[in-house]
């Protein structure tokens, strides 16, 4: 059999519950502060990205999947108020990033896409490629979705494309390429839709397409088509942030873009709403390297969304974005900007590099009626820990 056709059969292969490796369940949480801390899974292989969507439409709330070194592929999902994990699968190459989405609207539940190396490790070189995992009534069916020359970095799943039958699926990685794959009649077909001034470390959907974090220290944000266009034209690269280190994690939310990078720097990037206009806020600064930008509402004692990151040091911290009147004759109303006061707040940390962070909502965590949301984390430490914030009792 050749190396290929090896590479098929175990793309192929359905995993079954039977076979998952769990781990045995620790302590239900930890507090501090006002915030628990939630040992997701504790494991003995690096992991690199994390998410966090309805996997298991046969159960409520959200499960997450994290992956790392030999692909690992790691499942967890809230049982009796606390978090269960299993390791499903091991696809022999390091995985980076995972992302969760409805890729296909017929279909009960959600769809999983990682990516990473085809084998060994980021820093061999060698193939990118991304993994599908489809729910089955056994456990997932895992099949290779598409391939790259080099290491694929980013991914997102989101509404890319209003012809779809469900959301489609964004690539970008040191091939320097952003790729956009729409589901058909006769399977995924993938389209270059731009190309990117240094390596892709991370992307974010808009509201108005993608925006790519670059390890030169780009931020490049490109739009798809507009609703009056033809949706087979081509996509535009519409505006480029340039930094001095590099960047490595980015969220989107409307006109703002939250991103963050190697000098542990995180910034929002907001856009006028007429569009044209830009200013950056630094939100935070870390004393190493940031690996989270997040856009959730992890505070119940306060309204609207919260910002998040997490880095190098193991530190986890949300920052609380509170609007701010700015007198006319400093800024004009008129440029469209949003002012805030940004409050810091730690939410705990891990004991090694937190590398990715995601968030999500989960029925009946700590044995709360309603769902929760938490921000979950993925370390070198080999722990995913989730993060949720006490409601003042």
């Not at 801390?37 to 998410?51: I, K, Q, W």
């Not at 994290?66 to 995985?95: K, P, Q, W």
């Not at 609207?105 to 085809?118: D, H, M, P, T, W």
Request: proline share 5%.
């Amino acid at each position: 059999m050749s190396a290929r056709a090896r590479t098929a059969a175990l793309a192929a292969l359905t995993l079954c519950a039977a076979a998952c490796r769990a781990t045995e369940p620790g302590p239900a949480w930890t507090e501090r502060g006002g915030w628990r801390t939630h040992v997701v899974h504790a494991g003995d292989v690096r992991l690199s990205g994390v998410a966090a969507g309805d996997l298991d439409p046969r159960t409520p709330g959200d499960e997450v999947l994290a992956v790392g070194e030999r692909g690992a592929l790691v499942l967890a999902r809230v049982v009796d108020g606390v978090f269960r994990s299993e390791v499903i699968d091991e696809t022999g190459g390091e995985l980076l990033q995972v992302a969760i989405g409805e890729l296909d609207r017929a279909a009960s539940g959600s769809e999983a896409v990682a990516v990473g190396v085809l084998t060994g490790a980021e820093e061999d070189g060698g193939e990118g490629v991304a993994w599908l995992l489809t729910p089955t009534a056994a456990g997932f069916e895992r099949t290779e979705l598409y391939r790259a020359a080099a290491l694929l970095h980013a991914v997102v799943i989101a509404e890319l494309d209003p012809r779809g039958a469900g959301q489609e699926v964004a690539l970008a990685g040191f091939t320097r390429e952003v790729v956009v794959l729409s589901r058909g009649a006769a399977g995924f077909t993938p389209r270059v839709v731009a190309t990117l001034p240094g390596n892709a470390k991370g992307m974010a959907a808009t509201r108005r397409g993608l925006a790519v974090a670059c390890d030169d220290g780009s931020l490049v944000v490109v739009e798809r088509p507009r609703a009056d266009e033809d949706p087979t034209g081509p996509w535009r690269v519409a505006y480029t942030w340039r930094g001095a280190a590099p960047l490595a994690r980015v969220a989107a939310r409307g006109d703002e873009v939250l991103f963050c990078d190697n000098g542990g720097v995180l910034r929002l990037l907001q856009f006028a709403a007429g569009g044209g206009f830009e200013r950056a806020l630094v939100c935070a600064t870390a004393p190493d390297r940031l690996r989270g930008a997040v856009f959730a509402d992890v505070d119940p004692r306060a309204p609207g969304t919260e910002a998040a990151t997490g880095g190098y040091d193991g530190a986890v911290h949300a920052y609380r974005l509170t609007p701010q009147a700015v007198p006319d004759d400093v800024v004009p109303a008129s440029a469209g900007f949003q002012h805030y006061r940004v409050e810091a707040e730690p939410c705990g940390a891990d004991t090694g590099r937190v590398h990715h962070l995601a968030h999500g909502r989960f029925s009946g965590l700590g044995g709360a009626s309603e769902p929760v949301t938490a921000l979950v984390s993925a370390g070198h430490s080999g722990r995913v820990l989730a993060f949720d914030r006490l409601a003042s009792r």
